[in-house]
């Protein structure tokens, strides 16, 4: 398993691009599957979860041609509507493909997902939606089987709870079903409003995008079509935090600044300053005093995201003062905490609440990652500690970062990815010290 080594103490300098969406585009892989005709999509980052999903619809029939960040989807016949335990234990994401399916063929049979170290991630609000549309379900052998021989119908469907993916799944599966459907309590992530664009593209009838009141209004088939991802607001965000916990002056490029509102509001209270270069690129200037301490609250869009939690509580262990960090929307996704605190970060966990007492000084340290965002947060902590951090199982954040250590050492930072017992690279890293 690789692990990275970093020399942290580099204010990170120049530019970084971002990448497509790793959760617009697998949301969109799944929508190929509701029509027989080719769909392009441009801009899929290159991570293990997109190529998980893309073996996924492989299996189900469809034909699948990944070049260059372009993907072609042609599920010409929906051979297995299945997703198999082996495919959905490594990504619970691959329940995106049960509304599509039962949709498309009036059949799906899906793994239950399982847990995953942020939480239980229960699929109960998506399973609800679909039976609202008139499938029948049937749970058994660690299966949710999902039928509507004669076709989903139109309802009125009012999640208990926001969830992003299962308001994806359910608004792909009315798309076909027969009658209007009106999706209540959705979530206005723009992942979903990107969905969204690229089902009406295909031919969907669907307003209220972004809002929490969508309409759908089913037809018989979709077509096929080009569409391209909208960029990663949570990459964007890591390495906007990236440069401000090293103090240095980077442009992140290729993004949407109007996705990253909440962030930029909490980053500049913090004493960041940020300037919107561009309807694409935003900029974190050289620090020119200390951090202030910030707190936040995980909500739903336009909240502050769960997803840029971790990176931001390693942030504020460098701000003066005390931080508290609210995490509303999972369980356990304090992970971090005790890795942080390896590397010298002072803080208390009490529920749903992390509190960090600031600055400390961070010192290198061997660390492990557990969950996708966790270990971008170990990453921006072993930037500015002293010494050399080593991350271990670094798998975890391959599947949502694009060659994230090429990216960071583009812009200044030590990081250097090992095989763990390749020596050979030690000698070019101390080399290049
Ligand atoms: C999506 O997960 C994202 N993943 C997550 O990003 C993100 O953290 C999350 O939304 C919240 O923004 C993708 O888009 C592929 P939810 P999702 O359903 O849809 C509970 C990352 O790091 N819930 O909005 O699975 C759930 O347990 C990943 O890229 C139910 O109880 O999240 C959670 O507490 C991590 N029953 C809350 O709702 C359900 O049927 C919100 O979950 C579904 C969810």
């Known amino acids: 398993m690789d692990i990275f080594e970093i020399h942290g103490g580099v204010p990170l300098s120049g530019s970084i691009a971002t990448s497509g969406s790793k959760n617009s585009a697998l949301p969109a892989l799944a929508a190929c599957l509701l029509t027989e005709e ?10 293990r979860d997109i190529q998980t999903m893309e073996k996924l619809l ?23 509507p299945e997703a198999p335990y082996e ?27 399982g847990g995953c170290a942020i939480g239980a991630r229960p699929i109960n609000l998506h399973v609800a939606g679909l039976e609202h549309l008139g499938a029948v379900t049937h749970q058994a052998h660690g299966y949710i089987e999902a039928r ?7 309802a009125h469907v009012k999640f208990e709870r926001i969830t992003v993916t299962g308001t994806e799944d359910i608004m792909m ?28 593209k295909m031919g969907a009838r669907i307003e209220g995008a972004g809002t929490s009141t969508i309409r759908i209004q089913g037809v018989s088939r979709l077509h096929g079509t080009r569409h391209r991802i909208i960029p990663d607001r949570i990459e964007a965000g890591t390495f906007l935090i990236a440069g401000a916990i090293t103090g240095g002056d980077l442009s992140v490029t290729s993004c949407d ?9 909490s980053m500049r209270a913090a004493g960041v300053e940020i300037s919107v270069e561009s309807p694409a690129a935003i900029r974190v200037h050289p620090r020119r005093g200390p951090l202030r301490s910030v707190d936040i609250t995980t909500e739903e869009h336009p909240g502050f995201p769960t997803d840029l939690q971790a990176q931001f509580l390693a942030l504020m262990t460098q701000a ?18 005790p890795e942080l605190s390896r590397l010298g970060a002072n803080i208390r966990i009490d529920g749903r609440r992390a509190m960090v007492a600031g600055p400390t000084p961070l010192s290198g340290a061997e660390v492990m990652c557990s969950d996708l965002r966790a270990s971008a947060s170990l990453v921006l902590a072993g930037l500015v500690a002293h010494g050399s951090t080593v991350l271990q199982r670094v798998y975890h954040i391959d599947r949502g970062y694009e060659s994230i250590e090429k990216k960071l050492a583009g812009a200044g ?21």
């Open 148 to 154: 509507a021989e004669s076709g989903l119908r139109g």
């Open 257 to 265: 600044p109007a996705h990253l509102e909440a962030l930029l509001a």
């Open 87 to 113: 495919v959905v234990k490594t990504m619970r994401a691959s329940s995106l493909v049960l509304g599509p399916l039962a949709g498309r063929t009036g059949r799906a049979r899906v793994s239950m997902p």
């Open 58 to 80: 492989a299996h189900t029939g469809a034909d699948v041609i990944e070049r260059n960040g372009t993907v072609s989807v042609t599920a010409r016949r929906i051979e297995r």
């Open 320 to 337: 003066t003062g005390i931080s508290i960090i609210t995490e509303n929307i999972f369980e356990n996704r304090f992970m971090h905490v």
């Open 38 to 47: 080719e769909v392009i999509l441009e801009g899929i980052p290159r991570v």
């Open 173 to 200: 599966a009315a798309t076909l079903a027969h009658g209007e459907t009106i999706l209540e309590n959705a979530a206005r992530e723009p992942e979903v409003v990107d969905l969204a664009e690229l089902l009406v």
């Open 413 to 433: 930072a030590r990081i250097l990815r090992k095989g763990e017992h390749d020596g050979a690279q030690r000698r070019v890293f101390e080399a290049g010290q």
